[in-house]
Structure formats: C-alpha cells, structure tokens
C-alpha cells in the first residue's frame, strides 16, 4: 500500500529551537498532505491542509507564523515549529492523499518534546 | 456536543469476540473515516466510506447516511486487534471522535 514516510520519529530539544518534520510520499504523489496534533490521552487534532504549491490552510486556533507548513512538491511537505515552547511538545503526524476520495496515508508520527 | 460521537470509550473483549464500536456525527459529510491507531502512535487508514457497507478482512464497516451513523464490527477479535480506534468525518471540515480503546485478551 501507499507509504508516508515522517522523519524524525523524536525529537527533544531546548526552548527556543525552531524543529522542522518531514512528510514524504515514497509511492504516491500527495496532492493535499494534513498535520495534525495529539496530546496525551486525546484524538487527533488537525492543525493545518496543504495543497501542492499553495499556501497551507490552518485550522482555527492554529498559529501559521509558529507553525510553518511548505509543501513545494507532490512528495515533500514539511511543518516547522518555531521557537519552540514546552507547550509545544506533542505527537505530530502527517498524512497524504493523492485524490479527493482516496483514504489518507499516514505518518509514523514524530514525538516532540520540548525542555 | 462534539460533532462526532463514539461509544463505547473503552472496550475489553475476549479473543474471538465479535465486536461492534458505534459512531454518531452531526454535521453534513462528504465521507466517514475508521483509523486504527497503535501504541506507538502509529495510524493507519482502515476505511473510508460514504455509503452502504465495506469489508476488509475480518473488518466491516457500515454507514447510515439518514441516521448519521457508522459501525466498525471485527469478527474473531484477536490480541493484535487492542488499538484505539478513531471515528472521523470530513465534509468542510474534520471532525474525530475522541477514540474506542480496544483491548482483547487471549
């Protein structure tokens, strides 16, 4: 089936540091590629829908200056989280569709952790 | 109210149990979501649907347009099967359930 490969799995870092999470499609080309959040003990929140070459929409409640999301290809969409907070660290996971009634494939997800 | 609704919240079953987790929304949909969600974090995209019923193995899924109802059953649960399983809805919007924990006990 259709991979997502997400990298870094874990990432702990200091406060202030800007983190960047790859999401790349290794067999299919992802038209439209989500982010989401998940604390602890709490379902999926999507924070952002990118399309190929357009600027990511954010959900509500969702800074797009600390929360940079570029997908410049059909393969490559990443988010970066800058300067970093505590309140940051969470489980970030992306997916990939290629096609508007195709199922999404997801990330193995990145756990951060903010000291 | 949340948009989506899932019940129960935390399932134990015995191995080879039949087992049904049920989930309610509110809102107009384009299509309905099942994702299995691991331990580890890992999820994966069990089914998609917007109508009738889809069969995936020992998984089956069901959805009721007029009702705004859908059903995951696995039949012959096993251990393996212990993951949470998240109900999602995507129309304008997405919309997830807060998560049915499965465990099955040999």
């Known amino acids: 089936g259709a991979v997502v490969s997400q990298h870094p799995s874990w990432v702990i870092c200091k406060s202030g540091t800007s983190v960047k999470i790859e999401c790349r499609s290794l067999?299919?080309?992802?038209?439209?590629m989500f982010w989401y959040r998940q604390f602890p003990k709490q379902s999926l929140m999507l924070m952002a829908t990118?399309?190929?070459?357009?600027?990511?929409?954010?959900e509500q409640g969702v800074e797009k200056d600390k929360f940079l999301i570029n997908h410049a290809s059909l393969t490559l969409s990443t988010l970066t989280v800058t300067s970093a907070h505590p309140e940051d660290s969470s489980f970030y996971i992306c997916?990939?569709?290629?096609?508007?009634?195709?199922?999404?494939?997801f990330g193995d997800g990145t756990r951060l952790s903010i000291l | 109210k949340n948009e989506v609704e899932q019940s129960p919240q935390n399932l134990t079953a015995q191995e080879g149990e039949f087992i049904t987790i049920n989930c309610s929304y509110s809102?107009?949909?384009?299509?309905l979501h099942w994702l299995q969600q691991h331990p580890g974090g890992g999820i994966v995209s069990l089914f998609m649907?917007?109508?009738g019923k889809k069969k995936h193995g020992r998984l089956i899924a069901t959805i009721n347009i007029q009702e705004k109802h859908s059903s995951l059953h696995i039949t012959a649960s096993h251990p393996r099967d212990s993951a949470v399983y998240i109900c999602?809805?995507?129309?304008?919007?997405?919309?997830f359930g807060t998560g049915t924990s499965l465990t099955v006990i040999p």
């Open positions: 997916s990939g569709v290629w096609g508007g009634e195709e199922p999404q494939h």
């Open positions: 067999d299919f080309q992802a038209t439209t």
């Open positions: 990118s399309n190929e070459g357009s600027k990511a929409t954010y």
């Open positions: 809102v107009g949909i384009s299509a």
């Open positions: 649907l917007s109508s």
């Open positions: 999602a809805v995507s129309g304008n919007q997405f919309y």
